[in-house]
């Protein structure tokens, strides 16, 4: 989708597409590995339907080549990588809650953070440039008012409850859409990566 590629372009950079992995549509570690030049600031996997990329190819690529992971995991609520929380794989995670995934407050977005420092950073840039401990309107940077609202937090802190039974519905019927879809040629359905 245009936005993951529109995130790089509103910093001024280019955003270079690489080929997915033919079998699960997240991105081909060797495709992002081929595409590193000098110039590259982050690697960033897109997580599809809950199917996550292959991180720990991809956490070995950022620690070889100094390029660090920002993940796109707009549709990966609750998705597991090893064991382990998309949101908590040691890099910086983002996450959309728009009108067609799985945990919607029709729109807005979250952020999760490997360590304060980032967080911190974040922070500043999302409260109109201001640190969090300033109470009096010092602005130590150029930033935005982008804060999900108290009413969409409500909204998803109740979808907590179920996300792991709506994770289990879309993991039932998978197969059978797959199989309806495999059918139709020229369609090669997403497969899925069980680590």
């Not at 707009?74 to 959309?96: D, Y």
Request: hydrophobic share 40%; net charge negative.
């Amino acid at each position: 989708f245009i936005s993951s590629s529109q995130a790089a372009q509103r910093l001024g950079a280019v955003a270079v597409p690489v080929d997915v992995d033919p079998e699960t549509y997240c991105v081909d570690v060797h495709a992002a590995e081929a595409a590193i030049t000098p110039r590259t600031k982050a690697i960033m996997p897109v997580h599809m339907g809950g199917q996550v990329a292959d991180m720990d190819a991809l956490a070995k690529l950022s620690a070889d080549s100094g390029v660090p992971l920002l993940q796109d995991a707009a549709h990966a609520h609750g998705a597991r990588w090893q064991g382990r929380s998309v949101g908590a794989l040691g890099s910086i995670a983002t996450f959309s809650f728009q009108n067609g995934k799985l945990m919607t407050a029709g729109e807005g977005g979250a952020v999760t953070f490997p360590d304060d420092e980032f967080y911190e950073e974040a922070f500043i840039r999302h409260s109109c440039g201001r640190p969090r401990t300033d109470r009096g309107y010092f602005h130590a940077t150029s930033g935005s008012n982008f804060r999900m609202n108290e009413f969409s937090a409500a909204v998803l802190r109740a979808q907590l409850a179920r996300l792991e039974e709506q994770i289990s519905v879309r993991e039932e019927r998978w197969p059978v859409l797959a199989a309806l879809l495999g059918e139709l040629p020229g369609v090669v359905p997403q497969g899925r990566d069980g680590r």
